[in-house]
């Protein structure tokens, strides 16, 4: 079967759902809670999801994808394909159409210059740009007039879906963003943090790792949406005060990431406040492996950087020791019951992409033992494993999370069992998954030795998400800590199959190179060592109405259809 078949029918995309409204701005005030704050409102400075998913109320794409993974339109008059025209035969270009009419919320026009110009400021050579990979393999784009974007690749590529398209890839207003090219770009913080946008709602005031306040766009393109006039995305806390606040006091109307014990959750729930929305995607709990030394005694600009390798886990057998020391089902079964599923892979889902790496689920100590002893770390006398006069002694570092810290305390105890010495570090999420460069304690910046989080990625297809880890994109100082390729790994053979990728039309055989790169960074070199794939939990008031969990985009991707329930 051939990719080409699909997109033969892309442009048949499917229509939101109408919600039940009167009018523009009726239905008052809509609180969301999201315990990780917003950072900032420009997702192409940040890979964290909820700055992601906070600007997605505000800044959009040509097109994104709804709760079934499929492609459609927002800002384009309708999807591009093969049967349209809109993607060519030899499948190296792509031409969308924006529909007429579509305006910013200052009232200015949307134009094929504010998709050339978001494309040059994510690809400038000068910044650092946290989404860089959904404009991999773009060799132009034209603009032959102002409602039409022409994409054109090095190379035939059979899944066009990713500049552009869903919440990590939205347009940026040239008008606004252009004198913060390159290097400029994290200088911006007006722009970054009250961007112009097309969706829903425009930003009243932002308070970065607080609150962001924002009102019904005036110049939103249904006439008679949103339903709510403002909305108070508010930021902080922990997820146990975010699900009391919906479950149990009806505070809030939406909660987002509820990441706690699901005995907990259904306690919550019995209040009657509200509900729990459940769904499985690619979200993945993993630890990711530094291969490269973070140690504070190098120069600051050198401390996780290429230009020092991590002196214990460049090591292969170190790492699948640490691995091989895991329970992930306990690990599942404390942390998420029946919404986590233990895994060895990184890509989880869709089922064709999925490898069939499940060596990782059986814990083996003694085998991890062994497999030090051959690396030559011997057990010292207080239990620590040395080599060479250096101890085997590392920094775990995750977010602040009650789940995670469980987590913690679990694998540094089955370390501890192989000789290992763990010192445990958290972060403040807002913090943790924040964008700012100045930061110690960003993931991207990963000062520690080893680090708990999870994500996923937009759609069904994983290319643009495998695409982040060639070498191009570890993050650094000369990008401002941005690149996606948070644990520094580098492998030219890596690098060819994420071209490969691009270029191969035949789905089944797309599918046989995401499993081997998939296994490239997990079973074959334990860079990325999965531990659950997990559904996502959040929830809503029972007066919120019209919401549709989505696993694909962003979770809110459909805030300008939800409306108030009469009680």
Known sequence: MKLRTLLLGAAASMALAPAAMAE?????????????????????????????EASSLVLEGLAGFNEKG??????????????????????????????????????????????????????????????AARYEGIESIDTPDERTVVIN????????????????????????????LGAAASTCTEQNFNPIGTGAFRVV???????????????????????FATVTLKGGGDAASAARAVLETGEFDYAWNLQLAPDVLAGMEAAGQGKLITGFGTLVERIEMNMTDPSPDLPEGERSTTKHPHPILSDE???????????????????????????????????????????CLTQDVEGAKALLEEAGWVMGSDGVREKDGKKLSLLFQTSVNAVRQDFQALIKQWWSEIGVETELKTVDGSVFFGGDAGSPD????????????????????????????????????????????????????YDEKVVELGRTGDIEERAKLARAMNDMLTKDS????????????????????????????SEIWNAADWYRIAE
């Open 24 to 52: 523009r701005g009726s239905d008052g005030e809509l609180k969301i809670i999201y315990w990780q704050a917003p950072s900032t409102m420009n997702p192409y400075l940040s890979s964290g999801t909820k700055d992601v």
């Open 70 to 131: 499929e492609v459609i339109p927002r800002l384009a008059a309708e999807i591009p394909s093969l049967e349209n025209g809109g993607i060519s035969e030899d499948l190296k270009t792509v031409t969308w159409k924006i529909k007429e009419g579509v305006t910013w919320s200052d009232g200015t026009p949307v134009t094929s210059a504010d998709a050339k110009f978001t494309a040059e400021y994510c690809l400038h050579p000068e910044g650092g740009c946290a989404q």
């Open 153 to 180: 690749f090095t190379e035939p590529r059979p899944n066009p879906f990713t500049a552009f398209t869903g919440a990590t890839s939205p347009l940026l207003q040239k008008a606004q963003f252009e004198n913060c």
């Open 205 to 227: 005031e932002f308070k970065t790792n607080d609150v962001v306040t924002l009102e019904a766009n005036p110049e939103y393109r249904e006439a008679d949406k949103p339903a």
């Open 317 to 359: 057998r170190v790492r699948r020791a640490l691995s091989m020391a895991i329970d992930r089902e306990l690990l599942t079964e404390i942390g998420y019951g029946q919404a986590g599923r233990a895994t060895c892979n990184l890509v989880p889902a869709p089922e064709l992409f999925a490898s069939d790496n499940t060596d």
């Open 442 to 493: 960003t993931f991207q910046k990963f000062y520690a030795d080893v680090e708990m989080y999870a994500n996923n990625f937009d759609g069904t297809d994983p290319e643009p998400y495998l695409a982040q880890y060639t070498c191009e994109k570890i993050p650094g100082p000369d990008n401002q800590w941005q690149g996606e390729n948070v644990n520094r790994f580098c492998d030219e053979a």
């Open 526 to 553: 334990m860079v990325i060592v999965p531990l659950v794939d997990r559904g996502r939990v959040s929830a809503h008031s029972n007066t919120l109405g019209g919401v549709i969990l989505n696993t694909w985009d």
